[in-house]
């Protein structure tokens, strides 16, 4: 594992690099599997073939702060879910508001994983 802010190798149990001081997983600069150099909007290691994971790619692009609102205000009838292409989910979302009224326990669950940086967008999914 290597520093992708320095490139420096370091151990998997750390969680800053020692030469920099960046916090595991951030950084764009170098490749975490081989600590190559990336040019800047790289999506693949061209050293040794890795996809390079970039900024916001979990929101499906769209702004953290912004998907953290829509959760909170219109979270219960699955609207953040719609905005990242989640069409299923926003639909079983509305469901389940209506009929049970558990949608604003989902939509509390998906805000806290916005903001703890976990919510992953299954890019298969995106319609």
Do not use: W
Not at 12 to 28: H, L, M, R
Not at 55 to 79: E, H, N, R, T
Not at 90 to 109: Q, R, Y
């Amino acid at each position: 594992m290597y520093c992708k802010n320095c490139g420096e190798p370091m151990h998997e149990n750390q969680a800053i690099c020692i030469k920099c001081g960046v916090k595991v997983g951030k950084g764009t600069n170098f490749c975490a599997n081989c600590g190559a150099s990336l040019p800047s909007g790289a999506d693949v290691c061209m050293n040794c073939g890795v996809a390079v994971k970039k900024p916001g790619s979990d929101l499906a692009g769209q702004d953290k702060i912004v998907m953290i609102l829509v959760c909170l205000f219109l979270g219960g009838l699955g609207i953040h879910n719609f905005i990242m292409g989640e069409t299923k989910k926003g639909i079983f979302k509305i469901i389940m508001s209506f009929c049970c009224g558990i949608g604003e326990i989902l939509a509390l669950i998906d805000l806290v994983r916005i903001a703890m940086d976990t919510y992953v967008v299954n890019p298969e999914k995106l319609i």
